[in-house]
DNA sequence: ACAGTCGGGACACCCCGTTTGT
DNA sequence: ACAAACGGGGTGTCCCGACTGT
């Protein structure tokens, strides 16, 4: 299964070249930014001319919803990778974790949802709004994972699902910007082990 | 008393104009990302013209260095703000962290750092150089705290200073964007009772 | 038959565009020179936008390189009309003479090779080696005259094709430069005396 | 002597100044032409400003009409190096033009009354009407030398001098530019013998 | 007076995102 | 899907006037 959005069966030629045009366009976005990327490198990215690739999209702006729909949905399954075959929230949330600091989405250029949020935060509204209700959903994920464990007695039953959620985005997202300026993946190793004793503690009943 | 980096005395009409335009530039890349800002749109903010801009500044580039080490420096400024006057390491994180959340900088448009690092992430190196530098020096004066705080017994002897540091840095970076991205502060005050706590639990003796 | 180098047959619209350009940036680039010579002015003269002609050279460099080639051509072709039709290297080479004192080629502005040269003659190599390969083929077609007519006696056999063929185009050339300096073409016509007598001792037998 | 233009006793530091950039300038001008030439690098090669440069011209085009005048008092100068020691009109044109082959006037770039009267053929009346006296007077110059050696049977009576210095001065220059051109000297040397023989030819009696 | 700073407009070349004919 | 053209905007640089301190 593909990324939802994108097609299964009866996909024309057209639409192949359409999937090729957003794959390339997703990284370029990704990587530098709306502002940053031209039709030009996409070109020459593609091998398609200016018309080829205005035939599938109206608007360069069009065009970046549509990477960005792409990007973040493979971003986001690469973090659930292997959750649905884990058992117990806790196991679950520590995997998405390793998940986040050990796999590589298949769109170089870090973060889709922070890249798209920050570079949009003035303007483009369309996908300034693809962003935040990307970010609703994926916080949504993991308060499922969490009340989940709290129905069954896995996590403390004084947890707020919605803060705990906020706190590991938060401190993933983070780390993995820090990475990024830094060049080193100390930031996301130091902040996994730092949210995995969390969430022990978590497990633990209250004293 | 300014940002350090800036004139105080013997300030020529030149140097004046100068730091209008760095002051702009700075909310402008802030705002809008290196190649979201156009000097166009500067020459309107400062109401100049492209050859009173360039008499300052030999490029785009170099503006936007000047324009980043500005609003870096208004941005470190507005966090450390009442440290000097707080008594002990744990209270100086805690302001440290409510300015964080509370203070807005003088540079509307979120955090320098983080926007500069990501939007130069790929190319631009002389920004992306800055970026890296200025996040060493930030993670350098919570350690410095920390340390501090440990060898007064105000902090438990066996935390990481580095790895606090890191996870500080990272929530609230992350919590920033997740308030941006939203459009609500929720994350940042989630993630400020968290770090509270954390800071809490730290300064209690080692069970 | 055009100069060679141009199209004739399954000229596309696009090709009929590009050739226009370089009409008339051949004349512009004639008569002010690589510097003196504007897009601004070329986009009025042909009645193209910027985006109309950048789609056909992809610096201005590359045009003025295609707008010299065809002034050059163009040159040449004048000098040698009716040259195929005269019989004896001698009348060729009076032909040739004459032409050069009247027909104006359809490029104004002087000598292209000339101008181009001394306008290039720092920076701008390619043009500058355009020009020097011009003059060499230039060289040699007057030397192949020269050489035909020495070969069937007609011209002394103690010439040198080389040296003869430098002064017919010093002497050409430099006339060419002071009628236009002085505004006057007495200087053309004087050298064609001279170089006309010059022809006539030539075939004459050594004394 | 210098140029009859400039200053001999009594130059302010002012002047000194101004002939400085005259100086300058005229290099620029003559190897890069009018519109190449900026005053940004007069600047730099001055080590003056803008201001300390217009102090002294009120705009670029005086200053290009006074450092063409520099440029071309320096080379006429060179040309005619040696003359007024040489006796007899035509040892006095041979000294003149062994003189234009083998010396170099103290302002590199060619002979500044052919680059400037092509690069100003078109627009800057000024330069071009500078350069079109300059050519006059220089020819004038030679018409009195040939007319004084017909004056004392030198050369033949039927000469004419306008024709023979015409010839002369079109040779001449039309080898430089060749020179300049190819990269060689050849030409220059190959015109220098023409001339010599056709001036040994002019001082034979008519046959 | 005069060297030099500052700023003003205009324009350079180049490239952008877009539309149109086909 | 392409080739062609369109406007407009990008950064950078130009030449020059006006102001500033000496």
């Known amino acids: ?21 957003i794959e390339k366009a997703a990284e370029m976005f990704n990587k530098k930014g709306y502002e940053g990327s031209s039709l ?3 070109m020459e990215a593609t091998g398609l001319q200016k018309g080829g690739i205005y035939r599938h999209f109206t608007s360069k702006e069009e065009l ?4 960005f729909d ?3 949905g493979a971003a986001r399954e690469a973090r659930l ?3 649905d075959v884990t058992a117990g929230a806790i196991p679950q ?14 769109v170089p250029g870090g973060c889709p949802l922070v890249n798209t949020g920050i570079d949009s935060d003035d303007g483009n509204p369309i996908l300034r709004e693809r962003a935040r209700k990307a970010l609703c959903e994926w916080k949504e994920r993991l308060v499922t994972i969490i009340t989940a464990g709290m129905k069954n007695a896995e996590i403390r039953s004084d947890t707020e699902p919605e803060d705990l959620a906020t706190v590991v985005i938060s401190s993933l997202e983070g780390a ?6 830094s060049g080193t993946n100390a930031a996301r190793r130091v902040v996994q082990k730092h949210l995995n004793r969390l969430l022990d503690d978590l497990a633990r009943p209250a004293a």
């Open 93 to 106: 949330l520590k995997q998405l974790i390793a998940n986040f600091v050990d796999r590589r989405g298949p």
């Open 70 to 72: 792409y990007a973040w």
């Open 40 to 42: 030009s490198a996409l």
């Open 176 to 181: 993995l910007m820090m990475s990024r300026i």
């Open 64 to 67: 970046a919803a549509d990477a």
């Open 81 to 83: 990778y292997g959750l």
């Open 1 to 21: 299964m593909k990324f939802g959005i994108q097609f299964e069966a009866g996909m024309s030629k057209g639409d192949d070249t359409k999937q090729r045009i």
